[in-house]
């Protein structure tokens, strides 16, 4: 299919770019256009104006300032790929990026843009959500912060305004010794998941000081587990624990009725497939 008719604007600044978004009805940002683009071309959008960032000066600025790791709103996913201070910044998102499409999209396709986008089978904004990151939005009017873990509210729904465009995402670098939990479950390596965990863990002297772990995909928005954190918080990790701590996972889930698995199938599988993530970041060796 084509997309139906819309106008075009390439910005120069973000002054402008936020301007034509406040002056407009149906304004949206296109960035690197990975989901929008197709969303167009079956008409799932149908804007009055697309307003086109790429060739706004500065705006493609991975920074690591005040232990927060800052990523502008046109850094390319195989951009913050291939960045080392990002990797040793946030561990978690060096695991989940290689899972992100294909490399032809995440050529283009942008951090910022999958975070606003907020498609539940996508693996940045469950990172956000699981490492407590701050998401700053912008309009003609300022700017203001909006943590991740407020920001999802649904299916693609997301407490940012029509008029507000996603300028940069602050992510806490991760503590030295932090341990990512990543694993998703796909047809194929890049596919879109079925069903997939994010989440960092923190030992302090032996024990689990520090314990965040997302559950997406499967459900409408990115599942904060708060409920399997208390579980863990103090425990020492063995086999034992993290069979546990998938049950509790298994437990905490709400997964979608789907025409490829029962929410019961689904439960099974987020059980071994947090079973193996845990182990793995706890570093136990199979028995």
Same mark, same amino acid.
């Given at each position: 299919?084509?997309?139906?008719? #819309?106008?075009?604007?390439?910005?120069?600044?973000?002054?402008?770019?936020?301007?034509?978004?406040?002056?407009?009805?149906?304004?949206?940002?296109?960035?690197?256009?990975?989901?929008?683009?197709?969303?167009?071309?079956?008409?799932?959008?149908?804007?009055?104006?697309?307003?086109?960032?790429?060739?706004?000066?500065?705006?493609?600025?991975?920074?690591?300032?005040?232990?927060?790791?800052?990523?502008? /709103?046109?850094?390319?996913?195989?951009?913050?790929?291939?960045?080392?201070?990002?990797?040793?910044?946030?561990?978690?998102?060096?695991?989940?990026? /290689?899972?992100?499409? +294909?490399?032809?999209?995440?050529?283009?396709?942008?951090?910022?843009?999958?975070?606003?986008?907020?498609?539940?089978?996508?693996?940045?904004?469950?990172?956000?959500?699981?490492?407590?990151? =701050?998401?700053?939005?912008?309009?003609?009017?300022? =700017?203001?912060?909006?943590?991740?873990?407020? #920001?999802?509210?649904?299916?693609?729904?997301?407490?940012?305004?029509?008029?507000?465009?996603?300028?940069?995402?602050? %992510?806490?670098?991760?503590?030295?010794?932090?341990?990512?939990? %990543?694993?998703?479950?796909?047809?194929?390596?890049?596919? #879109?998941?079925?069903?997939?965990?994010?989440?960092?863990? +923190?030992?302090?002297?032996?024990?689990?000081?520090? %314990?965040?772990?997302?559950? #997406?995909?499967?459900?409408?928005?990115? +599942?904060?587990?708060?409920?399997?954190?208390?579980?863990?918080?103090?425990?020492?990790?063995?086999?034992?624990?993290?069979?546990?701590?998938?049950?509790?996972?298994?437990?905490?889930?709400?997964?979608?009725?789907?025409?490829?698995?029962?929410?019961?199938?689904?439960?099974?599988?987020?059980?071994?497939?947090?079973?193996?993530?845990?182990?793995?970041?706890?570093?136990?060796?199979?028995?």
């Amino acid at each position: 299919m084509k997309s139906p008719d #819309f106008s075009y604007v390439r910005a120069t600044s973000l002054d402008e770019a936020l301007a034509m978004l406040a002056d407009s009805e149906d304004a949206v940002i296109l960035a690197g256009g990975q989901s929008l683009v197709a969303a167009l071309n079956l008409r799932l959008q149908a804007p009055e104006l697309v307003i086109d960032i790429n060739h706004i000066p500065g705006l493609d600025r991975i920074e690591l300032a005040e232990g927060k790791l800052r990523i502008g /709103p046109l850094v390319r996913h195989a951009q913050l790929m291939a960045s080392a201070e990002a990797a040793r910044a946030l561990p978690l998102i060096a695991q989940a990026l /290689p899972h992100v499409a +294909h490399p032809a999209i995440r050529n283009r396709g942008t951090t910022c843009g999958s975070l606003a986008y907020g498609d539940p089978a996508a693996e940045m904004p469950a990172c956000a959500v699981a490492l407590d990151a =701050t998401l700053v939005l912008a309009s003609r009017d300022g =700017t203001r912060e909006v943590p991740a873990r407020d #920001f999802y509210d649904g299916l693609y729904e997301t407490r940012r305004a029509p008029h507000e465009m996603l300028i940069e995402a602050r %992510f806490p670098a991760a503590p030295e010794g932090a341990r990512a939990m %990543f694993a998703e479950l796909a047809v194929r390596r890049g596919d #879109f998941a079925s069903l997939g965990l994010a989440g960092q863990l +923190h030992l302090d002297a032996g024990a689990i000081a520090a %314990f965040d772990l997302v559950a #997406f995909a499967s459900e409408p928005a990115p +599942h904060l587990l708060t409920g399997v954190a208390e579980l863990a918080l103090g425990q020492r990790p063995d086999a034992r624990l993290a069979a546990d701590l998938a049950q509790a996972v298994a437990e905490a889930v709400d997964p979608l009725e789907s025409p490829l698995a029962t929410p019961a199938m689904r439960r099974r599988q987020y059980r071994a497939l947090a079973e193996r993530c845990l182990r793995d970041a706890m570093e136990l060796a199979d028995a």
